[in-house]
Nanobody
Framework: QVQLVESGGGLVQPGGSLRLSCAPS????????MGWYRQAPGKQRDLVAT???????NYADSVKGRFTISRDNAKNTVYLSMNSLKPEDTAVYYC??????????WGQGTQVTVSS
């Protein structure tokens, strides 16, 4: 069974930076879009950023100019570089990988806490 393994979360002060990574435990064929979502306590899971296989990106307005999504197709890995972090960025961050066959996989989530 495929699992997406996330890493890089943690506690950071406002204005700080973190870099999240997400890679599958086994090879996934025909990956199309990859993305990051986040869910704060008591709120729904929201899109943060997505990236197509060709590298086209899409960001939530709240993170534009601060977060950068990237991917390594050879490693089936997606990254999220987060700069100028704010307390409102605190959430569990989930990666999602979609396939050309219409399927998708979710990561288990990694906690990001922005606090002084």
């Amino acid at each position: 069974q495929v699992q997406l393994v996330e890493s890089g979360g943690g506690l950071v002060q406002p204005g700080g930076s973190l870099r999240l990574s997400c890679a599958p435990s086994t090879n996934i064929f025909s990956i199309s879009a990859m993305g990051w979502y986040r869910q704060a306590p008591g709120k729904q899971r929201d899109l943060v950023a997505t990236i197509s296989r060709s590298g086209s990106t899409n960001y939530a307005d709240s993170v534009k100019g601060r977060f950068t999504i990237s991917r390594d197709n050879a490693k089936n890995t997606v990254y999220l570089s987060m700069n100028s972090l704010k307390p409102e960025d605190t959430a569990v961050y989930y990666c999602k990988t979609s396939t050309t066959f219409g399927g998708y996989y979710w990561g288990q989530g990694t906690q990001v806490t922005v606090s002084s």
